[in-house]
C-alpha cells in the first residue's frame, strides 16, 4: 500500500528524491515516516511528518541536508536528499501511523513502533 521509488547510485555530495506513494489509503490522515536501515544495523527513523499540521522532525546525522514533504493532491510524502555523503548508503523505507492527533515529534516519537504500514524500501548507494 505504500511504494518508494527514487533511489539510486549517487557521488559523495549528490542528490536524490525519494517519493512514497499510497494506494488504497489516503495519506492525508496519516504521519509518515523515513527510515532507513544498513547492513548490519538496526532501522532508524531519519524524518517525520505529521497528517494535521505537516510538522516536520529530523535526526540529527540529516538535519540541515534532507527535507521531508507532501503532496496530499497527489497522495505522496517526499524526501528530498541533498549533499549525501557514504554513511547515506542504506535502504530506504516509508511507513504510515494513521492519526490525526498532532504528534509531539522527537527520537522517541519518530520510531519504528509507532508506525503499522510499511513499504518494501528503496536502496540508496552513496559511492565515488
Same mark, same amino acid.
Given at each position: 500500500?505504500?511504494?518508494?521509488?527514487? @533511489?539510486?547510485?549517487?557521488q559523495? @555530495?549528490g542528490?536524490?528524491?525519494?517519493?512514497?506513494?499510497?494506494?488504497?489509503?489516503?495519506?492525508?490522515?496519516?504521519?509518515?515516516?523515513?527510515?532507513?536501515?544498513?547492513p548490519?544495523?538496526? #532501522?532508524?527513523?531519519?524524518?517525520?511528518?505529521?497528517?494535521?499540521?505537516?510538522t516536520?522532525?529530523?535526526?540529527e546525522?540529516?538535519?540541515? #541536508?534532507?527535507?521531508?514533504? #507532501?503532496?496530499?493532491?497527489k497522495n505522496?510524502?517526499?524526501?528530498?536528499?541533498?549533499?549525501?555523503?557514504?554513511e547515506?548508503t542504506?535502504?530506504?523505507?516509508?511507513?504510515?501511523?494513521g492519526?490525526?492527533?498532532?504528534p509531539?515529534?522527537?527520537?522517541?516519537r519518530?520510531r519504528e513502533?509507532?508506525f503499522?504500514?510499511? @513499504?518494501?524500501g528503496?536502496?540508496?548507494?552513496v559511492a565515488?
Amino acid at each position: 500500500q505504500l511504494v518508494e521509488s527514487g @533511489g539510486g547510485l549517487v557521488q559523495p @555530495g549528490g542528490s536524490l528524491r525519494l517519493s512514497c506513494v499510497a494506494s488504497e489509503v489516503t495519506l492525508s490522515f496519516w504521519n509518515i515516516g523515513w527510515f532507513r536501515q544498513a547492513p548490519g544495523k538496526e #532501522r532508524e527513523g531519519i524524518s517525520c511528518i505529521s497528517s494535521r499540521d505537516s510538522t516536520t522532525y529530523y535526526e540529527e546525522s540529516v538535519k540541515g #541536508r534532507f527535507t521531508i514533504s #507532501r503532496d496530499n493532491a497527489k497522495n505522496t510524502v517526499y524526501l528530498q536528499m541533498d549533499h549525501l555523503q557514504p554513511e547515506d548508503t542504506a535502504k530506504y523505507y516509508c511507513a504510515g501511523e494513521g492519526s490525526w492527533v498532532e504528534p509531539d515529534w522527537g527520537p522517541e516519537r519518530c520510531r519504528e513502533a509507532d508506525f503499522g504500514l510499511w @513499504g518494501q524500501g528503496t536502496q540508496v548507494t552513496v559511492a565515488s
